[in-house]
């Protein structure tokens, strides 16, 4: 089970590390390793978040997540997206920025890190409030229940995690403001684009989010009437879980695609601390992006959330965590090893604390 999930993981491994070698020696296939390596420590928590999301699916959309959507996540984000940067920051035209990343790849890292604020603000937005609605949802399971029974009840107040969320965004703004100010930089000017980028990130998680709920709901509807009928007619009804198909599928898989973009841009940023060259970036954060994809289907076909139940949790802390560490990076510069402990250890815990509750439950029944 392990090998046949993982298969495709291991051959886009072995050609990235060749395609390393053949580019730029025997030094890339140690960029190539050390970026994989990063990419899958800061994203554990999203295969787990993701994994929560893709059980839902029938199987042709799981297999659509496995690949269309690792097309987007390897080429969309890892490579084509900081060109896009470029191209809309630097206001070049794709060629140039092409041309550009492969010739003057010292310039081509600046514009990319300008473009971080911007990047931060949408992607700790989004990020933020799936954490926020998480978090203010009335939950069976509890895993640090004095913390999350109140929180719960506070979240029964309509439109909560918005109005809260729009105010970490407005307080990230004006601190980025008056820092830029204060110090005579060059960014004062970019507190709007922060403002408008984290507005932006909040409308597209309430646009996608919503219309994948709406057609969930539908087909829910559509499922209950049908049992329902099934039970006059004397048939009985199937006691399945309901596998999400047809526009509900679509926007639920749309919105796995915006997640997953959300969580690599901690990776594609912080890659550049380790080299600006983007075809190492594209073939090392590729590779760690397969892997994160193989092991979400791999917790899916193991019902491992299931069987752990505080995993979902630990990874939900996980994404507030990293939210709060984006939007504050746009003012600070903070470690990607401080990002990926704070994850791993978050899911750590979480997981300890499942195989406690599992052991405590089965000494109860016997």
């Known amino acids: 089970m392990l090998l046949k999930t993982f298969r495709w993981a291991f051959a886009v491994t072995a050609l990235g590390l060749v395609a390393g070698v053949l580019y730029d020696g025997w030094t890339a296939l140690g960029l190539v390793a050390i970026l994989a390596v990063l990419e899958v420590s800061l994203s554990f928590d999203n295969a787990v978040i993701n994994a929560g999301i893709l059980k839902r699916l029938n199987a042709f959309w799981q297999r659509m997540f496995l690949t269309i959507g690792i097309l987007i996540a390897v080429f969309g984000m890892r490579l084509l997206f900081p060109i896009v940067i470029v191209t809309v920051s630097a206001r070049l035209a794709p060629s140039q920025a092409v041309h550009l990343a492969l010739t003057d790849k010292d310039r081509y890292q600046q514009l990319v890190t300008d473009a971080h604020p911007a990047i931060a603000a949408f992607g700790g937005m989004f990020l933020l409030m799936i954490f926020l609605d ?32 729009l105010c970490v965004l407005l307080v990230t703004s004006l601190t980025f403001a008056a820092h830029a100010h204060q110090h005579g930089g060059t960014h004062a000017d970019k507190a709007q684009t922060v403002l408008v980028s984290g507005i932006a990130g909040l409308i597209t998680y ?27 007619g004397g048939t009985g009804g199937g006691g399945s879980a309901l596998a999400l198909s047809g526009r509900a599928a679509f926007f639920t898989f749309l919105y796995l695609e915006v997640l997953d973009a959300s969580f690599s841009f901690d990776g594609v940023i912080g890659a550049f601390a380790i080299t600006n060259d983007i075809v190492l970036m594209a073939l090392g954060l590729g590779i760690g992006a397969m892997y994160v994809r193989s092991l979400t289907v791999y917790l899916v ?27 504050v990076s746009i003012q600070y510069q903070i470690n990607d090893v401080v990002t990926g402990l704070i994850g791993v250890t978050l899911i750590g815990a979480s997981f300890y604390s499942s195989v406690r509750r599992n052991r405590a439950v089965r000494a109860t029944s016997e």
């Open 134 to 165: 998480f978090i203010f949802e009335d939950r069976e399971t509890k895993w640090l229940g004095p913390l999350e029974r109140p929180l719960s009840r506070l979240g029964r107040i309509d439109m909560l995690s918005v109005c809260l969320a």
């Open 301 to 327: 076909r193991q019902g491992t959330l299931d069987d752990y139940v505080y995993l979902e949790h630990g990874a939900h802390y996980a994404i507030g965590a990293l939210a709060l560490i984006l939007l």
């Open 206 to 232: 309430l646009v996608v989010g919503g219309l994948s709920g709406f057609f969930e709901g539908r087909l829910a509807d559509e499922e209950s009437r049908r049992q329902r009928e099934e039970r006059s």
